[in-house]
């Protein structure tokens, strides 16, 4: 495909359519003033302080420069420390390979077992006490155990194809080939009040109201009203988090990790379950025309909602987008915030979409060696971005910049 064009007939074809056991997160600290000096850990740069000692736990900030923090517990291979304003959990020495369960590691003679275990099953057990209609026993989802009180059967089977062919998807499209180790679980709860009453008792997100999360190597997601594949893609984006798990050294940045999730999670799913990697999923509704038959109210979801939102605020400067430099920066709760968490997600997904589906071979190319790189352990923030590339994060993002205005211009034609 040959660059810009594929967008084009992209948003061509779009306009003729639209017509935590016992270890609780410590999150933000009050105040570190009054600590007793005593003993520190140097921890190098790019290293993820998370709310537990817990590979698969929430990255709450990432070290940016090499610096000493004082330890104020040790347990395995990880510190309790305080970094700016957060308290958390981190390994200095790296963070155990094993992200999905198992044994992460040895310490004085003495086996340390991966929290994450315990802690999902804990919470796999105050799921099914939620499901009053649970089904027997356990049944799979692709390589994924899955604990559900869904009884459509039809549902189950298409959820099923997705997930069977998602790590071929990821490899594909990504250069990454995973192999599942412990693979994690899943649960689909059939009622959305049932998963809100999971995440109010067992997770730490308040007030994000997500369709669904990824915790401790366990996927947790509800079945949608609005349609089969809409619950597909919150499954596809949820498992991309397992999958990562697996295969990532270290959490990478979160614009890295979410645009990931994001990327094959907003994809049109074909008949036999297969990601259509670069295209765009969802539905749109026409509410009411003109006499004329022009498209006055329309409801738009899922992919094509996200990329039209993201295009027509950069267009119509409705909302100030981040740079790139600080973007591909951001820590998890800054990512997340309420009042800019939609274009930071937009952005991180159509980054990754321009950076591989542009049509130049050779862009894709260093993207992907970028992300074997950060599977190793490497940063991927906005300076390790543009190195990868062979630029500068100025030229990044002029780029990017470019990208957009162009994509506005083809776009605007199927705005009301």
Avoid at 343 to 363: C, H, K, P, V, W
Avoid at 372 to 385: K, M, V, Y
């Amino acid at each position: 495909m040959r660059k810009a064009a594929g967008w084009a007939l992209l948003v061509a074809a779009m306009s003729a359519a639209l017509g935590q056991a016992q270890d609780q997160p410590l999150g933000r600290s009050a105040a570190f003033s009054n600590l007793d000096a005593g003993p520190s850990v140097t921890v190098g740069a790019g290293t993820s302080l998370r709310s537990r000692p817990d590979p698969t736990a929430e990255v709450l900030a990432i070290v940016d420069e090499e610096v000493d923090l004082a330890v104020l517990e040790r347990r395995g291979v990880w510190v309790r420390t305080h970094y700016r304003d957060w308290a958390g959990w981190l390994a200095p020495g790296g963070e155990p390979a094993s992200r999905g369960g198992g044994l992460a590691g040895l310490e004085t003679g003495a086996l340390q077992f991966d929290t994450s275990i315990a802690e999902r099953a804990a919470k796999v057990a105050s799921a099914r006490a939620l499901m009053a209609n649970e089904n027997s026993g356990v049944s799979r989802l692709g390589p994924w155990p899955v604990h559900t009180d869904v009884h459509d059967r039809g549902l189950l089977e298409r959820l099923d194809k997705v997930a069977s062919g998602l790590l071929e998807s990821y490899a594909d499209r990504f250069g990454l080939a995973p192999a599942l180790g412990e693979p994690g679980v899943i649960v689909l709860f059939a009622s959305e009040d049932d998963y809100r009453r999971f995440t109010d008792e067992n997770t730490n997100l308040g007030g994000l109201h997500g369709d669904g999360h990824a915790d401790s190597g366990m996927a947790a997601l509800f079945v949608s009203d609005e349609s089969t594949d809409q619950t597909a893609s919150v499954l596809i984006h949820e498992l991309i988090h397992l999958i990562n798990g697996e295969l990532f050294a270290r959490v990478p940045s979160t614009w890295l990790e979410e645009g990931l999730a994001n990327d094959l999670g907003l994809a049109r799913i074909d008949k036999h379950g297969n990601v259509e990697a670069g295209t765009l999923g969802g539905n749109t509704r026409v509410l009411s025309t003109t006499s004329r038959s022009r498209v006055v109210n329309r409801i738009q979801t899922g992919g094509r909602v996200v990329w039209l939102k993201l295009i027509r605020d950069w267009s119509q400067k409705r909302s100030r987008l981040r740079p790139l430099a600080e973007l591909l920066d951001l820590d998890w709760r800054q990512f997340v915030d309420p009042a800019e968490r939609s274009s930071n997600y937009a952005q991180s997904t159509f980054l990754i979409r321009m950076l591989l589906d542009d049509g130049d071979e050779d862009t894709a190319a260093a993207f992907r060696d970028f992300l074997r790189s950060a599977a190793d352990g490497a940063p991927s923030n906005a300076a390790t971005l543009a190195a990868a590339l062979g630029t500068t994060p100025a030229d990044l993002e002029r780029r990017w910049e470019r990208w957009l205005t162009q994509n506005a211009v083809l776009a605007r034609q199927s705005w009301p």
